[in-house]
């Protein structure tokens, strides 16, 4: 009888281990780890990520289409409204990783800014139903649509951007949400961890893919309504199956602004800039694990960067005793791991920066990879294809090499490099992401080149398309692709893993800002360009018509550019530390025992 309790009472404790990484449930107690999280939630979260991608590339892929073809709209107004539209998505991704991380927590961030998505396409769908695309069938490539009043544009502008409100604010915190399902303190967990950013970036890609295609094809034939109704249903499909998995998340507690975290350290550094340094970090003020723990992150272990910012966690006669926490002014003592997180964010920001020329390469897929396609032989067989399809390789590419990757090259790195259990580090990837890259532009301006060749023999006027097949174009957006899968999929885990646990939004925002800020960027550099290669009475690089410019040259500028790029780099990523918690890896008491949990 006896043995048979004991073993029911092992059986008992089993289910109620908690995860080590510090998140709890929707109750605020700690999270067991039997009863939460890990794949089905994941799952969950993935599937939502394909739908709302779907819904919002949906609206994104054709809005310069139906800017003109139903507003009314020239193509230059046409394609700075969709520039400042993009431009405002990722503005509010920044305002929703302020939330997440301070106030709401990702789960109630997710579902408010979801909802707010799903009112703006509801009104798109709506307005667009009853009277923008008016008369019935207008807004294809024949039939533009009549004038419309200052309500009804008024009324359109704020859908779109409700719409760019609600996928700005859910778009940074889905991701990291999801990741938070995986306890990265268990190694099996850990792993599985390290795999859904792969999955997340191939969600996304599959949804991109739907919209590309099959919506884009019925918005272009004029079908409008019908392709933003189904963008609106996919959205709600998309908000209800993320609450539906309510009971099983895993949280993070919002920690409060972290603006006001990381000015107390440098105040309280700076206030102390006479202090004399403690020969360790050992005499430096820090919390215990379980007031840490309660505040909703894990303690940081010290790092001798930045040695500066230590002064903050100096004990000096003027602090209350360090017991008295109550008393204590955040504006003038500090603990370690407090100054940790502003040392981190000091250490993302040269790798961060070194993404954005990437993200110039990027952003080439949907501008001039698509004008070079359109001066080049778009039909086979009688069947003309859009430049813009051509994107669908880049996307079969990324859902390739993610299952090569995942399934081949990962596990055969880990074997390579044993005793050492895992492949590639993310700060890895990102290098190989840049290389790729630059044989990407390498490729485009290779294929550029000899289009023009081709194209100054076929024609005497220079002013049509040259006969170069379209397909020529394939190995660029392959190449692209494979890039994807190393630099945004790394990224993704880099700064997710690395940002510490009060910034875990901030980390996947920083993601989004780097593609905003490569947008901007090229177009920086096309302009630049245009105006010096201009002089002369030359067209320039990039003109209207491309036989009569030089893209090759501005590829190989890309080229020589990301090469550049990817030497700083490597300076970077060398100088890099990696954050190290308290008791990582199972190591330590990190608040596993539940035993104050009922049954």
Not at 48 to 56: E, Y
Not at 252 to 274: D, M, T
Not at 378 to 401: Q, W
Request: hydrophobic share 45%; net charge neutral.
């Amino acid at each position: 009888m006896c043995l048979a309790d004991e073993k029911k009472k092992e059986t008992i404790e089993e289910e109620v281990v908690c995860t080590l990484d510090g998140t709890v449930d929707r109750h605020g107690r700690p999270a067991v780890r039997a009863r939460s999280g890990t794949w089905f939630a994941g799952i969950l979260i993935l599937v939502n990520q394909g739908l709302a991608t779907l819904a919002f590339f949906g609206i994104g892929v054709n809005l310069v289409l139906f800017l003109t073809r139903v507003m009314g709209q020239d193509n230059a107004e046409a394609a700075n409204n969709v520039s400042k539209w993009t431009g405002t998505v990722y503005i509010f991704s920044l305002l929703g990783a302020f939330l997440s991380d301070s106030y709401w927590g990702r789960y109630k961030t997710c579902a408010i800014f979801q909802a707010i998505f799903v009112i703006g396409l509801v009104s798109l769908s709506l307005s667009s139903y009853i009277f923008l695309v008016r008369p019935l069938g207008c807004g294809d490539k024949q039939t533009p649509c009549g004038s419309h009043s200052t309500v009804q544009v008024t009324l359109f502008y704020l859908s779109i951007y409700l719409i760019a409100l609600g996928n700005g604010g859910y778009q940074p915190n889905i991701a990291t949400f999801g990741a938070d399902q995986f306890d990265e303190e268990d190694p099996k967990e850990g792993h599985s961890k390290v795999s859904f950013f792969s999955y997340f970036y191939l969600a996304l890609n599959l949804g991109s893919l739907f919209s590309n295609t099959f919506l884009s094809y019925f918005e272009d034939e004029g079908l409008w309504a019908v392709g933003f109704w189904a963008s609106a249903g996919s959205a709600t499909l998309a908000l209800i199956l993320f609450l539906v998995g309510t009971p099983w998340y895993r949280h993070f507690i919002p920690r409060g602004n972290p603006l006001s975290r990381l000015c107390q350290v440098v105040v309280a550094a700076a206030r102390k800039w006479k202090a004399e340094m403690p020969p360790s970090g050992e005499d430096l003020y820090e919390v215990d694990g379980k007031e840490c723990s309660n505040s909703g992150g894990r303690k940081i272990l010290h790092t001798n960067g930045f040695k500066f910012l230590d002064r903050a966690a100096i004990i000096t006669s003027k602090e209350y005793p360090p017991q008295d926490k109550e008393s204590q002014n955040p504006w003038l003592l500090c603990p370690v791991t407090q100054i940790e997180e502003v040392k981190c964010v000091l250490r993302l920001l040269p790798i961060w920066l070194c993404t954005i020329l990437y993200s110039v390469v990027f952003t080439q897929m949907a501008s001039l990879f698509v004008e070079q396609g359109a001066a080049m032989k778009t039909t086979v067989s009688g069947f003309h294809i859009p430049p813009a399809s051509m994107s669908s390789f880049d996307i079969l590419s990324v859902t390739a090499f993610i299952f090569i990757y995942r399934r081949v090259l990962d596990p055969l790195i880990a074997r390579l490099r044993k005793p050492s259990p895992r492949g590639l580090t993310e700060l890895q990837r990102m290098g190989i992401g840049l290389v790729i890259a630059i044989v990407a532009m390498l490729a485009a301006g290779t294929v550029e080149h000899f289009r023009l060749k081709y194209a100054q023999k076929t024609c005497t006027s220079c002013d049509g398309s040259s006969s170069l097949s379209i397909f020529w174009q394939v190995p660029q957006y392959v190449l692209i692709g494979a890039s994807e899968v190393f630099m945004y999929v790394g990224q993704l885990e880099f700064f997710n893993g690395q940002a510490p646990d009060g910034l875990k939004s901030f980390g996947s925002a920083l993601c989004m800002t780097s593609i905003s800020l490569g947008n901007y960027v090229s177009s920086l550099l096309v302009s630049i360009v245009m105006k010096i290669s201009s002089k002369d009475k030359m067209p320039g690089w990039i003109p209207g018509n491309l036989n009569r410019g030089h893209l090759d040259m501005f590829y190989f500028l890309l080229a020589a550019l990301t090469t550049a790029d990817l030497v700083v780099y490597i300076v970077c990523a060398k100088w890099y530390k990696y954050i190290k918690f308290e008791g990582m890896n199972g190591g330590g008491d990190n608040g596993n025992n539940c035993s104050d949990l009922s049954v």
